[in-house]
């Protein structure tokens, strides 16, 4: 009668172990919803760098001409440009449900990394 019970115990410890696995593999593997994402400001600024725009306008704070280049239709957007010390120039907005992009450039002609934050409200 010892190896039977043994035998349940064991079963049981294997069913309560596949419960979890299938538990946590459904919580990671759900994909996130596009909806109300709003546009794509990452793959926008990469294009522009890939271009050769981005870095010249970065690295002279040239925040007007920048921001001729990104385009957010039916969304309001501002750009800050900071340096990694702290320093940042350019508007953050007092709005709500923001979403902010961040992409981060080594430098133009020298090593000085800037990291440039587009808000899209």
Known sequence: MKGFWRMM???LAVVIILGFLVTIGNVYLKTKSD???GPDIY???????????????ASSMNLT??????ETPGYNHSIAICSFDGNCTGTKPEASNI???SYVISGYQDYAPIEIRVYVW
């Open 65 to 70: 001409a920048l921001n001729s280049r990104i």
């Open 43 to 57: 793959a926008m600024l990469k294009e522009l760098d890939a271009r050769n725009e981005l870095r010249p306008y």
């Open 9 to 11: 115990e064991s079963v």
């Open 35 to 37: 909806a109300g994402a």
């Open 99 to 101: 979403i902010v992009s």
